[in-house]
């Protein structure tokens, strides 16, 4: 599976803590091996968000992506819950 950021994705990343983005590369690995891992709580959205699905980051943060093609994935934005579901 290939992996694509957006830039907008490249942009919330680096306002996040260093925790964070660690978090986000240990995440990352596991979704490479297994994108439906129970630790990711990998999980299609509803209403607007209808064409993305989230991964759990940290307690709080998640990683927002869609599906480019059967091959490729595009990480669009990571933040807060709070903030990506207002």
Do not use: W
Not at 16 to 33: D, G, I, M
Not at 41 to 52: K, P, T
Not at 60 to 83: C, G, K, M, P, W
């Amino acid at each position: 599976m290939q992996v694509n950021f957006h830039k907008h994705f490249d942009k919330s990343y680096k306002k996040c803590s260093a925790n964070v983005r660690t978090n986000f590369q240990q995440r990352l690995k596991l979704f490479l091996e297994d994108p439906y891992n129970r630790i990711l709580n990998n999980h299609a959205l509803h209403g607007e968000g209808q064409d993305f699905r989230s991964i759990n980051v940290t307690g709080d943060y998640r990683a927002l992506y869609h599906h480019l093609n059967y091959e490729i994935v595009e990480f669009v934005i990571i933040d807060t819950h709070s903030n990506l579901y207002k």
